[in-house]
C-alpha cells in the first residue's frame, strides 16, 4: 500500500506565497516522475508542473516564472513553492507520483487527496 500525504495549503492574500509539500509513504520500491496538479470549480484537473527523477522539470504557462517544484528522493517528497499567488491560482491542488511497489516490477500512478489553496484579499 502506497499513501500520498499532502500538506502546506490554505488562504492567502493575492502576492502572497506558499509551499505544498507531499510526501509518500508506505511499499515504496522506487518514484519515476513526480508532480502537481489543480482544478478549479468548474474546471479540468489540469497540470502545474512535474519533475523527473534526474530533476528535470517542466511547467504550465501560467505558473512558469512563479511555481517552482522540487523534490527530495531520500524523503520521497515533492514540493511546490508558490509565489506571487494570484486569485486564478485558486483550487485543489493535487500531487501525484509514479511508483514501483516493494515487490512489483512496474510503476504506478498514486494521487494524493488534493488541499486547498484559496488566493483572496
Known amino acids: 500500500q502506497v499513501q500520498l500525504v499532502e500538506s502546506g495549503g490554505g488562504l492567502v492574500q493575492p502576492g502572497g506565497s506558499l509551499r505544498l509539500s507531499c510526501a509518500a509513504s508506505?511499499?515504496?520500491?522506487?518514484?519515476?516522475?513526480m508532480g502537481w496538479y489543480r482544478q478549479a470549480p468548474g474546471k479540468q484537473r489540469e497540470l502545474v508542473a512535474t519533475?523527473?527523477?534526474?530533476?528535470?522539470?517542466n511547467y504550465a504557462e501560467s505558473v512558469k516564472g512563479r511555481f517552482a517544484i522540487s523534490r527530495d528522493n531520500a524523503k520521497n517528497t515533492v514540493y511546490l513553492q508558490m509565489l506571487s499567488l494570484k486569485p486564478e491560482d485558486t483550487a485543489v491542488y493535487y500531487c501525484?507520483?509514479?511508483?514501483?511497489?516493494?515487490?512489483?516490477?512496474?510503476?504506478?500512478?498514486?494521487w494524493g487527496q488534493g488541499t486547498q489553496v484559496t488566493v483572496s484579499s
Open positions: 501525484n507520483a509514479e511508483v514501483r511497489p516493494r515487490g512489483l516490477n512496474a510503476d504506478f500512478p498514486y
Open positions: 508506505g511499499s515504496v520500491f522506487s518514484i519515476n516522475n
Open positions: 519533475i523527473t527523477s534526474g530533476g528535470s522539470t
